[in-house]
């Protein structure tokens, strides 16, 4: 019986998310024959505890359907008759699996197809392979969504759909996939099945069996591949003018305008003055070179108001722009969105490239040495993450792994995943270049040639740090930057200018060079010297060094691991153990190391005896005749590129235990629960302006930094300070977002609370939260400034809320930060309680988020090590450390946090700040000055809350 023609499709809702903890409500089954449903089986079972309000609300199963219903040993026992041998289909099968064992013996069980396995395989580019993300992929309507005889004939379709799909790929694709899906050890997920699947569809009697039944199309917009260049690439280089042209500032804000083209271009175009304000600024930057910081408002379309001038301006001088964003989302939006339309709108055939760090393409070169091993060498569990580029590779014109949704997602799970990840990267292996076979076709080679012919460059912050450390290797050179998002440029500056120490630094290093997996250094050696024709005498002297080597690299392994266990118990009585991280400042007057010297010293000899070892294999495989063994160019660069991670690693342990750079500041850093395999220790600099200004902008002649929180109580000082741009001759300015503020945000305060520091504190907040949101009800978010009071209000407040129909959502409970983020806004009056990255980055417009609590003005943890120190360089010049750090810093990320509430003009909504230093406090005036509109302060509960219905109340009525 053929799985295509007859099988059983399988589905069950549950009591709750966790899978493991969770009870079965409800069962369907459906089966298939011939194509055709023919029979279904659905029913309730009462578990032993009722699903939360928030599922009921999800499935629409109520506790009173649920009571009374059949056991679930009852249900299995049908469910087993109804299934009986034939294949079963499901998704996410690892529950419905382990369900199935308790009642069925293993010998028993059919054979189980897991249509999110096969998702990842047959369209990887999707975000996720989460049911409703193929129903919508694959235009498949599903009527009865989280009812289980719904989804289980929706997982009918979606199967039908994912294996039309898997038929357009070609015999020895699928002949590859099934190979290595069979050649999978455990733990990887039951690929076994899978593999038989893969050989069946490439039947043709399969196929012709299959064509039998209709399948949905495929939404292709969502499967195909988004190019990383956009306009023609047809010249070797750009070819910039020697000398400049201006461009038109007036022009400029004329296209901008009224009756300028984008009004023309765009029925719905909103002309914005202060936008026009900062391309005019942004203009007479490019035109006369130097720095300005633009803080532009939300809303005030600051990308538009860089671009045209930078389209324009790169177009007529052929010369570069490069655009540097933080966040994923903005570069896109900029790349596939902004550039496009600008481009479009001005008619000019700029040409630009998204340009990314070497490790986010995949090698070609990697990829066949990964994808030819034989069985017998791969036995390594991580290798399920080349599943889903087997078919990807042919297709994708950027060959960039973030593309790939099922990869990334089978990075985060499966053992060994990472460091497969690295080695299939263009950064993990040396590069052949010229020499490489797939050199025509690389896919980093190919968009740095673009990035040398292109006008716009975007990047991230990370990669400007990286090629600045490359000297320019990475971008080429430049002298134009944009960088937007610039408020998180000195944490990104401080990321990558400092120096990390760690355990699974050391192994990551040690694990290319030898153990566990089959391409490893010393591996790929002793089977090319089997392989090759030396003497004998050479072949044994080769053999013994390479048994010195692997030996010296397993020494390594065990002093690293001694040397962390020592410093975790000498660091044990300052870090106490707790469920949080912690960390801890060091110098070399109060050295950690000084009593742990002699495993310092015994890893640094290891690492040198292994670097040693290294080096004679390198002067060995130098010397031997050419082509003496197999592979030996690239046995050769490998082992020098592994010599250089080891130096940087010595480099970086040398660092971090002298501790005697005085620019830099150092510490340690403790994980949860004191686990040694993860402590680590950190050098970064103390003063992140002075590099730059040494080493950075002296190389640019046009710099424009913009966000839409650059300024402190409309003063840049902060911000000049911290990145190094104190000089006369930047230029500032702010320009304010369009948003009417005075109508579309109250801003309340609640007179009566005690102060933060005050014991009564968290009870009031808990107290005032559990009263608040119900009454409210509407989309909130409550951004806290610590997990310990997060962590209490969500443990007080979790069961009153469910009681009530409300969905909680907490950072750390709930599921990962985009996961929760979603629901959140799909759910429009649920509650999120958010820390640290809620604060910014994260945009829910519309009513999903109508009221923003604020609960403590977000100062940083005292005892930051990095702060402590910059604390004590201010002391030291004779400033106030807190006015002038302190106070600035949290008073930019309080604006990031209520910028959360309001992104659009039609957003309406009330922002409740619960920490009264607003008001009592003298530094309070950095943070009210920030504030866009008044505020009231009530004087007690009841005001606060009749306020806010009276406010949200006046919206409704005032709405046509
Ligand atoms: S040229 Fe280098 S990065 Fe590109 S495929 Fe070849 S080895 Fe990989």
Known sequence: MSILESFVALDFETTGIEPFSSEIIEVAVVRVQNGQIVDSFQTLVQPRKMPSVSIQRLTGITADELRGQPSLEAVMAK??????????????????????????????????????????????????????????????????????????????????????????????????????????????????????????????????????????????????????TFGAFDEDRLDPASSLEDIDTEAVAKTLGAHGDFARAMPAYEVRQSQIDMARAVTEVLNEGGTLLCEAGTGTGKSLAYLVPSVTWAWKNSHRVVISTHTKNLQEQLFYKDLPLVAGTLDVPVRSVVLKGKNNYVCLHQWHEEIGLPAAEAMDAGRALLLPLVCWIYETE???????????????????????AGRLSSEGKPCGRRTCRYYDRCFVTRVRRAAQQAHIIVVNHSLLFSDLAADHGVIGEYENLIVDEAHTFEETAIDYLGTEFSLPLVKSVLEE?????????????????????????????????????????????EKAEAFFRAAKNELGASHPSSIYSSKMRYS???????????????????????????????????????????EQDELLADTELRQADLARLTAAMDLVTRAEDEDMVYWSEMPPHGDETRLKFVAAPLDVGATLRKNFYPGLRSLVMTSATLSVAEKFNYFRQRLGLEDDSV?????????????????????????????????????????????????????????????????????????????????????????????????????LFGTESFWQGIDVPGEALELLIIV????????????????????????????????????????QGFGRLIRHRNDRGAVLILDTRLVSKDYGRAFHRSLPTSYTVYRSQEELIAGFEAWFSAEVSTKP
């Open 513 to 557: 060079i030898t153990t566990p997996h089959a391409r490893s250094l010393l591996t790929r050696i002793r089977a090319n010297l089997r392989r090759s024709k030396i003497e004998d005498a050479t072949r044994k002297s080769f053999e013994v060094q390479l048994g010195v080597t692997g030996q010296a690299a397993e020494l390594a392994g």
């Open 731 to 831: 230029r500032t300015m702010a320009v304010k977002s369009p948003f009417d503020f005075d109508n579309q945000v109250h801003i309340a305060l609640p007179g009566w609370f005690p102060e933060p520091r005050d014991a009564d504190f968290e009870p009031e907040v808990i107290s005032l939260l559990q009263v608040l949101i119900p009454k409210i009800h509407r989309g909130t978010l409550v951004l806290f400034t610590s997990h310990g009071m997060l962590e209490n209000a969500y443990n007080a407040l979790k069961q009153p809320f469910e009681e009530q129909g409300i969905l909680l959502l907490g950072q750390r409970f709930d599921g990962s930060r985009s996961s929760i983020t979603n629901r959140f806004r799909q759910d429009r009056r649920s509650v």
């Open 398 to 420: 950027s060959g960039d792994l973030e593309e790939n949704g099922a990869f990334q997602t089978l990075l985060r799970y499966i053992p060994g995943a990472y460091s497969l």
């Open 588 to 630: 070399s007057q109060a050295n950690v190391f000084d009593e742990i010297r002699e495993y310092r010293d015994d890893l640094f000899f290891a690492l040198k005896t292994l670097h040693d070892g290294l080096q004679t294999l390198a002067l060995w495989l130098r010397d031997l005749p050419m082509g003496g063994i197999p």
């Open 79 to 228: 469910l087993r008759r109804f299934v009986g041998a034939s294949p079963l289909i499901s998704h996410n099968a690892d529950f419905e699996v382990s369900r199935l064992r308790m009642s069925i013996p293993v010998a028993e069980l059919p054979a189980v197809f897991d249509t999110v396995e096969l998702a990842r395989i047959a369209v990887p580019r999707l975000p996720n392979h989460r049911l409703e993300t193929l129903v919508d992929a694959f235009s498949i309507n599903n009527p009865e969504q989280h009812r289980a005889l719904g989804d289980a004939q929706t997982l009918v379709e979606v199967f039908r759909a994912l294996v039309n799909t898997l038929r357009t790929f070609s015999p020895a694709r699928l002949e590859t996939l099934a190979r290595l899906a069979r050649s999978l050890p455990r733990p990887a997920p039951p690929y076994g099945a899978i593999a038989d699947l893969l050989l069946e569809i490439q039947a043709a009697a399969a196929r012709s069996a299959f064509d039998q039944v209709s399948a949905p199309p495929v939404r292709i917009g969502a499967l195909t591949s988004l190019p990383n």
């Open 856 to 895: 403590k003005l977000p100062f940083s943890v005292p005892g930051e090590p990095l702060e402590t120190a910059q604390s004590e360089a201010l002391a030291a010049a004779g400033k106030n450390p807190f006015l002038h750090l302190a106070v600035p810093k949290a008073a930019i990320r309080f604006r």
